[in-house]
């Protein structure tokens, strides 16, 4: 055996147990994940058992499509910081009642949440009426259309129905579903941009995929007016402040 086929010998060898390896630690974070998850929901339900007998009603819980904790407590320091009159969220469900709790907290305020879907819209109004918060929130429904933006045709929000809103502190972004295409959420901001006040703060969900991550980087690109923040969240964050 010459040289050169022991080396290739070795190559194949050294691939073989790194891939072994690769596959072996996927595995394992993929069990701690789902450990982790299963703890969450514990700690979740306990305290909807908790709410329950003081009288409350139980809560969604968070995850999957829905807003995970951490976002969901990113969500509640930038209402407590930013004390925002105006908030506006893309997609509702858990994080619409978050956020309408944490306004009726501060005692001012109003949610605008706007959801593709007349059932997700209908299921997140009855969760708003159990929780006594439909007093802090609006839920509207804007169709899917195929919208100009940008000067190209795409679907998103009909716009029609978010034509009034205006001063904007805070803007949530989690969604549209991203079924039609991997970049559905991109007109969110170059829409949004000049309906924000002046110290808004923008939170985009699912950050960490790869074409929120390519939207992320043409946002920063195009309004240089705001501060970006990649938050190292469970499904990854982007924060933006818009500074002028």
């Known amino acids: 055996m010459n040289t050169t086929t022991l080396c290739l010998m070795l190559f194949a060898i050294t691939v073989s147990l790194l891939g072994v390896a690769a596959w072996v630690l996927a595995r394992k974070l993929r069990r701690l994940r789902s ?11 306990s305290h909807n058992i908790f709410r329950t007998l003081a009288g409350g009603a139980p809560l969604p819980l968070p995850g ?4 995970s904790t951490d ?42 949440s706007i ?12 969760q708003l009426l159990r929780q006594d918060l439909s007093a802090w929130a609006d839920v509207r429904v804007a169709n899917l259309k195929d919208m100009s ?8 929000y009909d716009t029609a129905a978010l034509a009034d809103l205006q001063n904007i502190d805070l803007l949530l972004i989690d969604g549209p579903p991203t079924f039609l295409r991997a970049d559905m959420r991109y007109p969110a901001l170059p829409f949004f941009w000049d309906r924000l006040s002046v110290g808004a703060i923008v939170l ?5 995929r790869p074409a929120e991550r390519a939207m992320s980087a043409a946002w920063q690109r195009q309004f240089a ?14 924060r933006v402040h818009k500074l002028r």
């Open 35 to 45: 450990m982790l998850r299963r703890q969450e929901r514990h700690v979740w339900e």
């Open 225 to 238: 007016g705001g501060h970006f923040e990649y938050l190292r969240l469970e499904k990854g964050a982007l």
């Open 115 to 126: 959801d593709a879907e007349q059932g997700y819209a209908a299921m997140t109004r009855e």
């Open 64 to 67: 999957g499509w829905a807003a």
């Open 204 to 208: 985009l969900d699912d950050a960490a």
């Open 71 to 112: 976002l969901l407590g990113e969500v509640l320091r930038a209402v407590a910081i930013r004390r925002p009159q105006c908030v506006v969220e893309l997609g509702s469900g858990v994080s619409t009642l978050v956020i309408a709790a944490a306004l009726r907290a501060n005692g001012a305020g109003r949610l605008v």
């Open 149 to 156: 933006i940008e000067g190209a045709t795409r679907p998103w």
